[in-house]
């Protein structure tokens, strides 16, 4: 078992920053390739950025790349993802998810998920 606590969300202007965290607490955060996903309410769950267990491997959806950034630190079972110009388009609940099988864009191939974080970016 693998519990995901995310952290970092709020209430910013166009154009401005958030870094949201994800503390990792249970099995080795290492052994496992995390992600970023997101959802309004009422919209499917939409994918944001992922990053394989070494960290060395990312990837993106097209709609953040250039303005987020995913990342982790191992030794502090962490998880981060800095975002940059936000737009009100960014608005949604943030989730942290964790996967056995491999960094991917797929929500179905995360077996941890943490509660989420909301971010709302206003014009």
């Not at 960290?55 to 630190?73: C, N, P």
Request: contains cysteine; hydrophobic residues 30%.
């Amino acid at each position: 078992q693998v519990q995901l606590v995310e952290s970092g969300g709020g209430l910013v202007q166009a154009g401005g920053s958030l870094r949201l965290s994800c503390a990792a607490s249970g099995r080795a955060f290492s052994n496992y390739a995390m992600g970023w996903f997101r959802q309004v309410p009422g919209k499917e769950r939409e994918f944001v950025a992922t990053i394989s267990w070494s960290g060395r491997v990312t990837y993106y959806t097209d709609s953040v790349k250039g303005r987020f950034t995913i990342s982790r630190d191992n030794a502090k079972n962490s998880l981060y993802l800095q975002m940059n110009s936000l737009k009100p388009e960014d608005t949604a609940i943030y989730y942290c998810a964790g996967s056995s099988v491999r960094h991917s864009n797929n929500d179905r191939e995360y077996d941890y998920w943490g509660q989420g974080t909301q971010v709302t970016v206003s014009s």
